[in-house]
Structures are given as structure tokens and as C-alpha cells.
């Protein structure tokens, strides 16, 4: 699945309907590959064809797959490896560890061909999760956070707790137009997903 918004493109990698999704951003012939769960030669032969070079391997939240597929990307690819401290300490934890290049923390910003994309911490799913977005590009990847009809899955009543701060947030800030590009299922936007506004505090 390939969507254009002006000088954007995203390409989305994963099952049609639910299933772990990855996304390639690309302006001009920059991208950067978001959420890798594999290595698979589809990813590779649309990164190759396109002849883009590969900034940023972004990480939404620590995950084992993740673990395992990023540092075949990069040797690959190239690209600096970005997350979150707290999810890279996580992944250490579960015997997982992981190289990074960038940790990232709210209110970063990254570049992508001269345009920005705002980091959000919006732990959950994960007490390190984050979210990009690209104003640009009317596009807010959303990771484990904000998805269609729902959200992703909690471990207690702190995550919980959380993940209603990390919707409410998004609900607030993002506007009614931009697309939700999710870690799993179909993308939707914020506008789509009234639901949100009934969530009550925790």
C-alpha cells in the first residue's frame, strides 16, 4: 500500500487488516523506516527501486522483533537507529539489547529533506512508546497508542492509566484531519475516532 500527500509518500508493510504494520516515509531521497518487524526482501527491493537513502530506523516502542530486525536493516541500509531510553533499557532487561544511535525524549525533532517530524511520548503500550508526527505531511504514526476503534495492549492499572493520558493528548493536539498510521490494523484518522472524547480520567 503506497499513499502520497504532495512531496510525501508512504509505503505500509504488514497484514491488509490486523497484524504488526511497518512504514516507510520518504521525501525526496530521504525515508525513514518505521517500526521493522522484519528484514523481508519486499521492504528491501521497494527501499532499492526507490533509490532513497535510509536517515532513521524509528522505533515507536521496544518490541523482540524489533530487536531482531533494525540491526539487519542497518547493516544493510544504513540509518541511525532511534528510540526511546526506556524502552532500550526494557529491551536490555528482557535479554534483548540493542545498538542505538539516537535515544529520544518528548519535544525532539527529527529531519527528514528539510522537514520536521515531532517526537511524542506517549507511553502506554510501553512506558517508553512514542509517536511521529509530520505536520507536513498530515501524518501521525501512532505506534501501539492510537488505533482504529482502539488502542494497544496494557499490562496493569499504571499503564492503563497512561495509555488514557497518551489519547486524550493526541486527541488534543492532533488535528481532525491527520492520518493515523497505526503499529497494527488499518489507518483512520483522529476525526474517525469519537470515541476518544468520551475517556475520563484515570
Not at 47 to 68: C, D, F, N, P, W
Not at 113 to 139: D, R
Not at 151 to 164: A, C, N
Request: proline share 4%; hydrophobic share 40%; with cysteine.
Amino acid at each position: 500500500m503506497a499513499q502520497h500527500n504532495g512531496e510525501w509518500k508512504i509505503e505500509r508493510f504488514g497484514p491488509e487488516n490486523y497484524g504488526s504494520n511497518t512504514y516507510l516515509l520518504v521525501k525526496g531521497k530521504e525515508a525513514a523506516l518505521i517500526d521493522a518487524v522484519d528484514a523481508g526482501d519486499d521492504m528491501g527491493r521497494v527501499i532499492e527501486q526507490m533509490g532513497v537513502r535510509l536517515k532513521y530506523l524509528l522505533l515507536t516502542h521496544g518490541s523482540e522483533a524489533a530487536a531482531e530486525a533494525t540491526p539487519l536493516l542497518k547493516k544493510r541500509f544504513g540509518g541511525e537507529v532511534c528510540i526511546h531510553a526506556m524502552d532500550q533499557e526494557g529491551l536490555a532487561e528482557l535479554g534483548h539489547p540493542m545498538e542505538v544511535d539516537i535515544l529520544l525524549k518528548e519535544n525532539d525533532s527529527l529531519e527528514i529533506q528539510g522537514s520536521a517530524m515531532a517526537v511524542l511520548h506517549t507511553p502506554g503500550h510501553t512506558y517508553g512508546s512514542l509517536s511521529f508526527y509530520v505536520e507536513e505531511a498530515g501524518a501521525l504514526f501512532s505506534g501501539m497508542a492510537l488505533m482504529k476503534g482502539g488502542y494497544g495492549k496494557i499490562w496493569g492499572p499504571d499503564t492503563m492509566r497512561l495509555m488514557m493520558m497518551s489519547l486524550r493528548r493526541l486527541n488534543n493536539v492532533i488535528p481532525p484531519e491527520v492520518t493515523i498510521y497505526p503499529g497494527q490494523g488499518p489507518v483512520t484518522k483522529i476525526a474517525k475516532e469519537g470515541w476518544i472524547n468520551c475517556l475520563r480520567s484515570m
